[in-house]
């Protein structure tokens, strides 16, 4: 059995109305899509799906700690991930997942694998640069921190010159 079937949902036989589903993230599904930026992680999702007679309303939200080195330190810390998601599954004649909030599958279909829905969910809720905490309030002390801190000073004792005919517009205030 293949790990991305405990993604698939059967929705076929579903009554029309609310359905809950739960799934457990690790980073076999990350890796599978070929992100490996985690050094490890386990995120649990909850899936509402409302049934209507031509539609599916899904409605994820996620919650889990995702091992991940810092951008700047490169220490390995756990940062806690939150994100929520909203998907309208309808039916036509061909597959199209163009949209990100909008997701059409063949008529006939029985079946919805929202692994590829998860992963990006997750990934982009992510930030755009991943701080230690320990960076941000001053606490981590690591060799590559010194060393940053270090080559900050020497930057600013060479640029602590200031050019002399800036200093007379100081005399202005």
Known sequence: ????????????????????FEFSVDNNLFKHFG?????????NVKMDLIKKPNLLELSFSSKGMININCFVSNEPFDYLQKSSMNLVVKFG????????ELLILPKGSYQLDVSQQLYEMIVLSLPIKIIHPGIEDGSLESETVKRLKNYESKIRNKTSKTDPRWDKLKDLI
Do not use: P, R
Request: net charge negative.
């Open 1 to 20: 059995m293949h790990f991305l079937s405990q993604y698939v949902t059967n929705f076929s036989g579903l009554k029309e109305g609310l359905h809950v």
């Open 35 to 43: 992100y490996d930026d985690f050094n490890s992680c386990t995120i």
């Open 93 to 100: 004649s061909e597959l199209n997942n163009d949209n990100d």
